[in-house]
T-cell receptor, first 111, second 114 residues
Framework: QKEVEQDPGPLSVPEGAIVSLNCTYS??????FMWYRQYSRKGPELLMY????GNKEDGRFTAQVDKSSKYISLFIRDSQPSDSATYLC???????????FGIGTKLQVIP | GAVVSQHPSRVICKSGTSVKIECRSL??????MFWYRQFPKQSLMLMAT?????????EQGVEKDKFLINHASLTLSTLTVTSAHPEDSSFYIC??????????FGSGTRLTVV
């Protein structure tokens, strides 16, 4: 079992839709959770960074962490074609510990 | 926010030659940097952890003599792929952490060995 599981998709949605991206993890030591957006042939761009359980909102993006169920979510409101990319969830236990990534979900927002 | 600059963005080299990739933290000091490798449709795989002033720590299965890492200053880490072969063709990305917060990635280097 991978430490961080993520459905690779692809996920296609119409412009303006609410997108829900999810990951599960198995390592109870994970305390910090991140979502990255990666365009083709580019490095990952940090979108959201959260500590422990709870919600965090930044513009059209909302990250949720439920440590009791080991579930990580990213919601994108009013999705735009420019949101089309691969979204990677990631987690680590703290400090400079190794970051574990999901495989990434490819999202396509259709105009 | 924190910025990590990575160069070159793309390199093509002949089999048997060596290639150096640079990773710089532009507005913060990074005592630790990380080097990843990413194959198409696969996630990021950590290759090694680069520590300023000391030897890098390599992940299991990564040849340290082939992937030489040097972290000579608090803002610069380099990855040298020695005696490159076509199977080394991949997307290499560095990452660093600026204080509290998530890890910032460089823009990546696409290496093609012909």
């Amino acid at each position: 079992q991978k430490e961080v599981e993520q459905d690779p998709g692809p996920l296609s949605v119409p412009e303006g839709a609410i997108v829900s991206l999810n990951c599960t993890y198995s390592n109870s030591a994970f305390q910090y959770f991140m979502w990255y957006r990666q365009y083709s042939r580019k490095g990952p761009e940090l979108l959201m960074y959260t500590y422990s359980s709870g919600n965090k909102e930044d513009g059209r993006f909302t990250a949720q962490v439920d440590k009791s169920s080991k579930y990580i979510s990213l919601f994108i409101r009013d999705s735009q074609p420019s949101d089309s990319a691969t979204y990677l969830c990631a987690a680590y236990s703290g400090g400079y510990q190794k970051v574990t990534f999901g495989i990434g979900t490819k999202l396509q927002v259709i105009p | 926010g924190a910025v990590v600059s990575q160069h070159p963005s793309r390199v093509i080299c002949k089999s048997g030659t060596s290639v150096k990739i640079e990773c710089r933290s532009l507005d913060f000091q990074a005592t630790t940097m990380f080097w990843y490798r990413q194959f198409p449709k696969q996630s990021l795989m950590l290759m090694a952890t680069s520590n300023e002033g000391s030897k890098a720590t390599y992940e299991q299965g990564v040849e340290k003599d082939k992937f030489l890492i040097n972290h000579a200053s608090l803002t610069l880490s380099t990855l040298t792929v020695t005696s490159a072969h076509p199977e080394d063709s991949s997307f290499y990305i560095c990452s660093a952490k600026s204080g509290e917060g998530g890890y910032t990635f460089g823009s990546g280097t696409r290496l093609t060995v012909v």
